[in-house]
């Protein structure tokens, strides 16, 4: 069973340099093909609000599902077309026709800079919706694109699961560090106390107390029987020795190696 995810990051997030960069040199390009006078650029960085619906600004939102969109004012579209032909924003004397001319060339215009942030954000083939409201109660990542005097200003807003997919595929591969070295070798060098375990004997916190010098106590395993082995004084699940005459005294010889 598959289970449902989003992307997510927590909060304050920055977004890094490249994807900074990546969103700004979209709106450069962008803005090169479309206008030949006052070009559009990006002003500052996307920032992080936390209810967009909280705010009084009228704006005409174009979104889609996967988390994008863009806000324009609500002669915006007209605003874009008067700076692609290079004339004064303002509506003046013209006529029916002239205001359908550059209604439709700033939709054209807008619709090269949807096209730019689907290839930014590698989106997909997203659909477009529009809407006079912010697509949702919050956060989003905000970034403004404005005309060198601010006489307009477009918005362009991500969702968090967008921005997450955003920044994670804006991020450079880790570098790949020097490979581990061998666990044994690393352990190889410490040293431990290696003993055997030569048995035990239970008594009573009253017999303790009794003992004297010349008691003898019966331990649960003989001298000559093979002894499991014990590492600072923790028994092995493996290994095993007996107790030997050495040339300097009592020695355990392997009987059952510990690594087999």
């Not at 694109?145 to 595929?169: K, Y």
């Not at 570098?175 to 239970?202: F, H, K, Q, W």
């Not at 923790?234 to 040339?247: F, K, T, Y």
Request: net charge negative; hydrophobic share 50%.
């Amino acid at each position: 069973m598959t289970l449902p995810c989003r992307s997510w990051l927590p909060d304050g997030t920055a977004a890094p340099a490249s994807a900074q960069r990546a969103l700004a040199d979209m709106v450069e390009s962008w803005s090169g093909e479309w206008f030949a006078g006052e070009p559009m650029r990006v002003a500052g960085a996307l920032a992080r609000v936390a209810a967009p619906r909280a705010e009084l600004r009228k704006l005409l939102w174009h979104g889609c599902d996967e988390g994008a969109a863009i806000g324009v004012p609500s002669a915006g579209a007209m605003a874009l077309g008067a700076m692609v032909l290079g004339v004064p924003a303002a509506a003046g004397q013209r006529n029916a026709h002239d205001l359908a001319l550059l209604e439709a060339l700033g939709k054209e215009c807008l619709d090269g800079l949807k096209s730019r942030l689907v290839q930014c954000l590698a989106l997909g083939k997203p659909v477009w919706h529009l809407s006079e409201a912010a697509r949702g109660d919050g956060p989003v990542h905000r970034l403004e694109i404005v005309t060198a005097a601010r006489g307009l200003t477009l918005q362009v807003e991500l969702s968090a699961p967008c921005f997450a997919r955003f920044v994670r595929e804006a991020l450079s591969e880790p570098a790949t560090g020097a490979p581990l070295g061998s666990g044994s070798a690393a352990l190889a060098e410490i040293p431990v106390s290696l003993s055997a375990l030569l048995g035990r004997s239970r008594i009573t916190v009253a017999e303790l107390a009794g003992l004297g010098c010349g008691d003898v106590l019966v331990l649960d395993r003989a001298t000559d029987a093979v002894l499991p082995l014990a590492v600072d004084g923790l028994p092995l699940a493996r290994g095993r020795c007996a107790v030997i005459e050495g040339e300097r005294g009592p020695a355990l010889e392997i009987v059952e190696a510990p690594t087999r």
